[in-house]
């Protein structure tokens, strides 16, 4: 069973940093590419930033400037760090991880998802 465990967000100020980590556990015989989406509350789930295991990054034109997507395949594990929050950076936070498990099946996997506040 493929897990992904966020950690990080929380309250932040605007103008302030936030980080967020996530780590994928389980069978998983190959990491393909990991990424952040976001869901705001009335709205629907949109990409944040993706990067492949061989570090070419994606990120959504709202962050794009302020944002940084890396990944560490070793410990099949990714990580955000933004700047400059805005109180539209509020959303839930999900992980993604596109990735082949046991018997190199192929899937996309979620995390729980993790609250980012920003607000003064």
């Known amino acids: 069973q493929v897990q992904l465990v966020e950690s990080g967000g929380g309250l932040v100020q605007p103008g302030g940093s936030l980080g967020l980590s996530c780590a994928a556990s389980?069978?998983?015989?190959?990491?393909?590419?990991m990424g952040w989406y976001r869901q705001a509350p009335g709205k629907q789930r949109e990409l944040v930033a993706t990067?492949?295991?061989?570090?070419?990054?994606n990120y959504a034109d709202s962050v794009k400037g302020r944002s940084t997507i890396s990944i560490d395949n070793a410990k099949k594990s990714v990580y955000l760090q933004m700047n400059s929050s805005k109180p539209e950076d509020t959303a839930v936070y999900y992980c993604?991880?596109?990735?082949?498990?046991?018997?190199?099946?192929?899937?996309?996997?979620w995390g729980q998802g993790t609250q980012v506040i920003v607000s003064s």
């Open positions: 993604n991880a596109d990735l082949a498990s046991r018997n190199w099946v192929r899937n996309a996997y």
């Open positions: 990067i492949t295991s061989g570090g070419r990054t």
């Open positions: 389980g069978i998983i015989r190959n990491i393909y590419g």
